[in-house]
């Protein structure tokens, strides 16, 4: 059996991860150590507890006597870094806390590996960085896409943290030979997303009759959950260490856009949608080039945006229990 470490596992993509992972591949046990901050929920991994080869541990990556416990204990052959603090408006309030998971928690990990792997040389070893596509900053043109060499230019204390904690990881594959691999994916949707989050948030406030707030200009590139979690498996059976590889979808959409197409599945009208004014924003187009992923690792999406966005909204609505009581 090989083990996996995967840190910030009970959040949206971690969780979707584990359990459409372990059902694949019946030679791997995954460990998801997760600190449970306020934006998560453990229902996320709930039904994964039955099974004999996953286990979980609470507890924060920038611990480094518990990091160093769990990698002793388990074994991880690899390590998935998810743990993250969420950007959404109302977490925005403490950039420390960006700062301490992102850049103190990634070398907390990367310290720790470097020292049990170290003893075997790195073999058959993988760590991989799920990071963002934020860490480019904005594209300054419409026909403008970021491909894995651009420099990092982050706009604000979320993406500079977390443009901190990919230098990180690449700085120890550099000095120390250390087997890692940077994954910059576009923004991901899908079930088990916190509300607080802009297509969950869509999806909430039209179920329940609300005004559906949309800034005008922000234009996103989405991609739906189960294509990011496949993207990350081809990298971590087939990617070269020492890469950096993009994953993103095409689909390039304005939030209004996304707002209404949302609304239309529900049936719902497009006046519910209320249009703040951000004319005083940038540019916030952040696309990206994922030629190489999809050329040398042969990956392309599967699910089209109307699709995943089904799957999404039928999760909501079967799921009441998630997101019925919680004030945002
Ligand atoms: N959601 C997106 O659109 C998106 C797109 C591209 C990349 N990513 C990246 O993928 C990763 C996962 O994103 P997500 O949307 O699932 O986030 P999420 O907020 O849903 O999950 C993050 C998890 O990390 C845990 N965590 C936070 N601090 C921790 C710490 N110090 N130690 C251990 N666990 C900690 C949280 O409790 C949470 O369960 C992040 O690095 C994120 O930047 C997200």
Not at 79 to 90: L, P, T, V
């Amino acid at each position: 059996m090989k083990v996996i470490l995967i840190t910030g596992g009970a959040g949206f993509i971690g969780s979707n991860f584990i359990r459409f992972f372990l059902r694949r591949n019946k030679n791997f046990i995954i460990v998801n150590m997760d600190s449970l901050n306020h934006a998560t929920n453990l229902e996320n991994v709930k039904d994964l507890e039955k099974s004999p080869r996953y286990h979980f541990v609470k507890g924060s990556i920038t611990n480094h006597e518990l990091v160093n416990y769990v990698i002793k204990r388990h074994r991880p052959d690899y390590i998935i870094n998810f743990a993250s603090e969420s950007n959404f408006d109302n977490c925005a309030s403490n950039p420390l806390s960006f700062t301490q998971t992102h850049m103190l928690g990634t070398q907390t990990l990367l310290e720790s590996a470097r020292y049990f792997w170290g003893k075997h040389k790195f073999q058959g070893n993988l760590f991989i960085q799920a990071s963002i596509n934020e860490v480019y900053g904005s594209t300054p043109a419409n026909d403008v896409f970021f491909s894995e060499d651009a420099p990092l230019l982050p706009d604000n204390p979320f993406s500079a943290s977390k443009a901190g904690a990919d230098m990180l990881v690449k700085s120890y594959a550099s000095a120390y030979g250390f087997p890692a691999i940077i994954t910059r994916c576009c923004p991901t949707y899908g079930p088990y997303q916190h509300i607080g989050n802009f297509v969950p948030k869509c999806i909430i406030n039209a179920l329940s009759d609300k005004p559906v707030p949309v800034f005008e200009k922000k234009v996103r590139e989405w991609i739906y959950v189960l294509d990011h979690c496949i993207a990350l498996i081809r990298v971590l059976f087939y990617g070269k260490t020492g890469e950096i590889y993009n994953i993103s979808s095409g689909n390039e959409i304005s939030d209004f856009d996304m707002a209404k197409k949302i609304l239309e599945l529900l049936g719902k009208p497009k006046e519910a949608i209320e249009r703040i004014d951000d004319s005083s924003l940038q540019n916030t187009r952040c696309i990206l080039n994922s030629y190489k992923l999809k050329n040398n690792l042969n990956w392309s999406t599967k699910f089209k945006l109307e699709d995943g966005l089904r799957d999404t909204i039928l999760w909501y609505k079967q799921n009441p229990d998630r997101w019925k009581d919680i004030e945002l």
